[in-house]
């Protein structure tokens, strides 16, 4: 196998997870609106396809490093991470060889294995993580056996298919949903997207579903269609055959080869199909006329077509060019970078010092080159960045090797009162690492509060939740439904509020009425506005009516 080969089987992977996120997605069990496992990872995949759009290398180690590169830069969320690190085993351990076989392969996805395991704190079986481990180790056992890619390969996926069947053994939470890791669905997802061509030579058909999402996440160049339209009438019709005209449509064929090219004709008893591309339509349609009558025409303009779509394309490339941050020089000691959603919040974080906040958080997030970028447009030799929720933690994290002229110092904040309380206790006097200690130890005495959606039914311990109902968090963990926002908020203050709390912050949303916050913080700062201070603050977040900060 060559890097083109290469090339086309990671497309090929990346197409049948993109055309199966939507299942991976469901297969989430917690009824919390999150990042998505399937978009997250088909995400990722899909940064690399579009890097590998003008790879024209048959180097296969030339080939694994820009899949490897584009990966990390375009990973989301935590399984998008670790997707990248496996990927990046294929880039060390490919790195020197221009053609490889099954066992260069799998030992390659050894390395990434290995370094996945090392990149999670505590790595939990059951998970993604297993899947690919498991894969690894089944096509080690072959490889020595024989080492034609695609026997190998196929051992592999075999290998991660059991371990996927296996994964509620791990975790009782899937046993008692009847699911299977969603992490480890999209791994064995691409795995066998993969082998499809390794096997067959067949590239997985990306669902013409998914064609716009990838077109509206990736931007292209539109190529110069002027230089290679040699007609400009996309013409297609559909013929209702005429049983009394016994004419061969063959015929036709060959005559629409005559006025045009991109010829197909397909019959069968009943229509004859046609598409051509031609500078005479109407001599198209009225051959056409001589197999019987036509049930649809459709003539498009393909000139004006690709008129319209360059100046789309040029019109969204400047928007993009206005948008990017510039890369600014590290003159300052200090400077600060986080990770929010929301008009209200972004401007807290911007009020406290945050030179660049990066759009994202739950159900949103940001890749390792959003957050990367917003580090090198903060012009300071110490960057702290506040990912503020779980799931960005990892991409931050990735960000730390790529930065060559600053420090960059990771708090790794989960929630965004987290990050304001990180933030706030900064002290300019102390070196990087004694202040992320610092910021971080301050940050978990501060409790967070979540009023949200369930974005699926679900059940936890005795209780059923149904998609929509309003639920509500203290720290992570779902302790409240409700029918009312408003009273799911009320409820968890009074959970949250103990008889040492000082502070009380009351952030809504952009779902949430200024009527129904003033509600809610009428009604906690009546129960407890005599000995505690409690703000309200117009955040505008998405996902979330309201977030307690509670200290």
Same mark, same amino acid.
């Given at each position: 196998?060559?890097?083109?080969?290469?090339?086309?089987?990671?497309?090929?992977?990346?197409?049948?997870?993109?055309?199966?996120?939507?299942?991976?997605?469901?297969?989430?069990?917690?009824?919390?609106?999150?990042?998505?496992?399937?978009?997250?990872?088909?995400?990722?995949?899909?940064?690399?396809?579009?890097?590998?759009?003008?790879?024209?290398?048959?180097?296969?180690?030339?080939?694994?490093?820009?899949?490897?590169?584009?990966?990390?830069?375009?990973?989301?969320?935590?399984?998008? %991470?670790?997707?990248?690190?496996?990927?990046?085993?294929?880039?060390?351990?490919?790195?020197?060889?221009?053609?490889?076989?099954?066992?260069?392969?799998?030992?390659?996805?050894?390395?990434?294995?290995?370094?996945?395991?090392?990149?999670?704190?505590?790595?939990?079986?059951?998970?993604?993580?297993?899947?690919?481990?498991?894969?690894?180790?089944?096509?080690?056992?072959?490889?020595?056996?024989?080492?034609?890619?695609?026997?190998?390969?196929?051992?592999?996926?075999?290998?991660?298919?059991?371990?996927?069947?296996?994964?509620?053994?791990?975790?009782?939470?899937?046993?008692?949903?009847?699911?299977?890791?969603?992490?480890?669905?999209?791994?064995?997802?691409?795995?066998?997207?993969?082998?499809?061509?390794?096997?067959?030579?067949?590239?997985?058909?990306?669902?013409?579903?998914? %064609?716009?999402?990838?077109?509206?996440?990736?931007?292209?160049?539109?190529?110069?269609?002027?230089?290679?339209?040699?007609?400009?009438?996309?013409?297609?019709?559909?013929?209702?055959?005429?049983?009394?005209? !016994?004419? !061969?449509?063959?015929?036709?064929?060959?005559?629409?080869?005559?006025?045009? !090219?991109?010829?197909?004709?397909?019959?069968?008893?009943?229509?004859?199909?046609?598409?051509?591309?031609?500078?005479?339509?109407? !001599?198209?349609?009225?051959?056409?006329?001589?197999?019987?009558?036509?049930?649809?025409?459709?003539?498009?303009?393909?000139?004006?077509?690709?008129?319209?779509?360059?100046?789309?394309?040029?019109?969204?490339?400047?928007?993009?060019?206005?948008?990017?941050?510039?890369?600014?020089?590290?003159?300052?000691?200090?400077?600060?970078?986080?990770?929010?959603?929301?008009?209200?919040?972004?401007?807290?974080?911007?009020?406290?010092?945050?030179?660049?906040?990066?759009?994202?958080?739950?159900?949103?997030?940001?890749?390792?080159?959003?957050?990367?970028?917003?580090?090198?447009?903060?012009?300071?030799?110490?960057?702290?960045?506040?990912?503020?929720?779980?799931?960005?933690?990892?991409?931050?994290?990735?960000? %730390?090797?790529?930065?060559?002229?600053?420090?960059?110092?990771?708090?790794?904040?989960?929630?965004?009162?987290?990050?304001?309380?990180?933030?706030?206790?900064?002290?300019?006097?102390?070196?990087?690492?004694?202040?992320?200690?610092?910021?971080?130890?301050?940050?978990?005495?501060?409790?967070?509060?979540?009023?949200?959606?369930?974005?699926?039914?679900?059940?936890?311990?005795?209780?059923?939740?149904?998609?929509?109902?309003?639920?509500?968090?203290?720290?992570?963990?779902?302790?409240?439904?409700?029918?009312?926002?408003?009273?799911?908020?009320?409820?968890?203050?009074?959970?949250?509020?103990?008889?040492?709390?000082?502070?009380?912050?009351?952030?809504?949303?952009?779902?949430?009425?200024?009527?129904?916050?003033?509600?809610?913080?009428?009604?906690?700062?009546?129960?407890?506005?005599?000995?505690?201070?409690?703000?309200? %603050?117009?955040?505008?977040?998405?996902?979330?009516?309201?977030?307690?900060?509670?200290?």
């Amino acid at each position: 196998m060559n890097g083109l080969d290469l090339k086309k089987a990671v497309i090929s992977g990346s197409n049948n997870i993109c055309s199966k996120k939507l299942m991976i997605n469901d297969l989430n069990i917690f009824p919390v609106p999150d990042g998505d496992t399937g978009t997250n990872m088909s995400m990722t995949t899909t940064a690399a396809v579009s890097a590998l759009e003008n790879v024209i290398d048959s180097n296969a180690g030339n080939v694994a490093k820009a899949i490897a590169s584009a990966m990390l830069r375009g990973a989301r969320g935590n399984s998008g %991470v670790i997707l990248s690190l496996l990927f990046r085993g294929f880039s060390q351990g490919l790195n020197t060889k221009e053609d490889v076989n099954g066992k260069d392969l799998v030992e390659a996805l050894g390395l990434g294995v290995d370094a996945a395991y090392k990149a999670v704190m505590k790595p939990t079986e059951g998970t993604i993580l297993t899947v690919a481990r498991v894969g690894y180790e089944g096509g080690l056992k072959v490889c020595n056996e024989n080492d034609d890619v695609a026997f190998v390969w196929e051992a592999v996926c075999n290998a991660a298919s059991e371990a996927l069947q296996k994964t509620p053994e791990y975790l009782p939470v899937l046993k008692k949903a009847g699911v299977v890791d969603a992490g480890g669905m999209g791994l064995l997802s691409i795995f066998e997207g993969m082998l499809s061509y390794f096997k067959d030579g067949e590239i997985v058909e990306l669902d013409e579903n998914d %064609v716009q999402a990838q077109l509206d996440n990736f931007s292209s160049t539109v190529a110069e269609f002027d230089e290679v339209i040699n007609f400009t009438y996309c013409t297609e019709f559909i013929v209702g055959r005429d049983e009394t005209i !016994d004419t !061969d449509p063959n015929e036709l064929r060959l005559f629409l080869e005559t006025i045009g !090219d991109c010829v197909v004709v397909v019959n069968d008893d009943e229509i004859i199909k046609v598409h051509v591309h031609t500078e005479q339509p109407g !001599d198209a349609l009225k051959k056409g006329l001589c197999y019987g009558q036509l049930l649809t025409v459709k003539v498009e303009n393909m000139r004006e077509q690709h008129k319209k779509a360059k100046a789309d394309n040029d019109a969204k490339k400047e928007k993009a060019s206005e948008e990017k941050l510039e890369v600014k020089e590290p003159t300052e000691e200090y400077g600060f970078v986080a990770v929010a959603a929301g008009e209200g919040v972004t401007q807290l974080f911007k009020d406290l010092g945050c030179e660049n906040v990066v759009s994202g958080g739950q159900s949103m997030n940001p890749s390792t080159d959003d957050i990367y970028a917003a580090i090198m447009a903060t012009p300071a030799k110490k960057v702290i960045v506040l990912p503020n929720n779980k799931n960005i933690i990892m991409a931050a994290e990735q960000t %730390v090797p790529m930065v060559e002229d600053r420090e960059v110092v990771i708090v790794p904040t989960r929630t965004i009162p987290q990050g304001m309380t990180a933030i706030l206790n900064f002290d300019p006097e102390l070196s990087a690492e004694s202040n992320k200690e610092m910021m971080m130890d301050a940050a978990k005495n501060v409790k967070t509060g979540q009023v949200t959606f369930a974005a699926r039914n679900s059940e936890f311990g005795h209780q059923k939740i149904k998609e929509g109902e309003i639920i509500a968090l203290e720290n992570g963990k779902l302790t409240i439904t409700d029918k009312s926002a408003v009273k799911a908020c009320i409820k968890l203050a009074k959970n949250m509020i103990k008889h040492d709390t000082s502070f009380v912050t009351i952030i809504y949303g952009a779902d949430t009425t200024e009527e129904e916050a003033q509600e809610a913080f009428e009604a906690i700062n009546d129960k407890f506005g005599s000995k505690v201070d409690v703000s309200l %603050v117009n955040g505008g977040q998405p996902i979330y009516y309201f977030v307690l900060s509670v200290e």
